[in-house]
């Protein structure tokens, strides 16, 4: 295979972005409007006419170039409009150039890859729900605790809508503590995804109110591929005390059920927000995780 690398400026966005729409892995992150706004100088592997393509996101750190997972994107790599096998996964990865001495990024679900001497490859979890039976076959699939803390919601009169403004979801980060989990560079990305996805007709951004028509709660999910992203979730204190953010999530099923789509809530290795989401009934699905270390030394040793 000859796979070429492109620059940022070298890469035609129409042809880039009609491939990811057409592939049978295409993802929301992957298109050109969302990586400009998640890592701006991203780069390229393209193969053909644009039948495979590889987003390369990366930045430079102390004269150190490499390769990183940009927030708010789960999962990236190849994605092409044809099946993928392993030999050309590996072709794509052995494609990346040199001068990215180190390289800890997440491929997608349909990227075969395992380890070798210089590549390791970690498993990672999402969870997917489907949504194309109805409303209330998925409800019936609901784990106890979450049927609980809707209902938990429902008797707390929160009240959930669809149409935030960025500075409304902004304004909870920071009054709620969250901000702690973010930095400055993250929030100001928080920003423009809602404000580019609303451009695209890809966002929908739902927010719970309180009894006394105060924001709690803030969800966004971005949508492309029959495939719906729940990219940022956030809640204060009372949403966690009165089941607000499950009354949101149960609220975009409600409206999403019975269409041919997925809902990807995109995942955690941490128990409790796992619990949260298979607790829709959704199913685990694992995705590849892969680090390459070239730095030398002894940068290597604090980069194992």
């Not at 006419?49 to 927030?71: A, C, H, S």
């Not at 309180?210 to 809640?235: D, E, M, P, R, T």
Request: proline share 2%.
């Amino acid at each position: 295979m000859e796979i070429k690398y492109l620059k940022q400026k070298e890469i035609d966005v129409k042809k880039w972005d009609k491939c990811i729409s057409g592939s049978i892995n295409g993802l929301v992150y992957a298109y050109s409007w969302y990586l400009d706004v998640v890592n701006e100088n991203w780069e390229a592997l393209i193969y053909g006419d644009y039948e495979m393509v590889m987003p390369l996101t990366n930045n430079r750190k102390f004269g150190i170039n490499y390769l990183y997972q940009p927030p708010f994107t789960q999962q990236l790599g190849i994605f092409s409009l044809k099946q993928l096998s392993e030999e050309i996964v590996r072709e794509f990865i052995d494609a990346i150039p040199e001068k990215y001495k180190f390289i800890e990024i997440n491929l997608n679900k349909f990227n075969l890859i395992s380890a070798q001497k210089n590549l390791k490859v970690e498993q990672k979890i999402t969870y997917e729900l489907e949504l194309i039976r109805d409303y209330e076959n998925i409800f019936r699939h609901y784990k106890k605790n979450a049927i609980r803390n809707i209902r938990k919601a429902t008797k707390n009169k929160i009240s959930v809508v669809q149409g935030l403004q960025p500075n409304q979801v902004i304004n909870l980060i920071k009054s709620s503590g969250n901000v702690q989990g973010y930095t400055e560079k993250e929030i100001a990305i928080i920003r423009r995804l809602i404000a580019a996805s609303a451009r695209k007709s890809s966002g929908l951004l739902y927010g719970a109110y309180s009894q006394n028509n105060s924001l709690c709660a803030a969800g966004l999910f971005v949508y492309s591929n029959s495939k719906a992203c729940f990219i940022l979730s956030v809640a204060n204190e009372e949403a966690k005390q009165t089941g607000a953010m499950f009354l949101l999530v149960d609220e975009f099923i409600k409206q999403f059920a019975s269409r041919n789509m997925i809902l990807d809530f995109e995942g955690s290795m941490i128990d409790g927000i796992a619990r949260f989401y298979a607790g829709f009934g959704a199913k685990a699905y694992n995705y590849p995780a892969i680090k390459i270390n070239n730095l030398f030394f002894p940068l290597r040793l604090f980069k194992k």
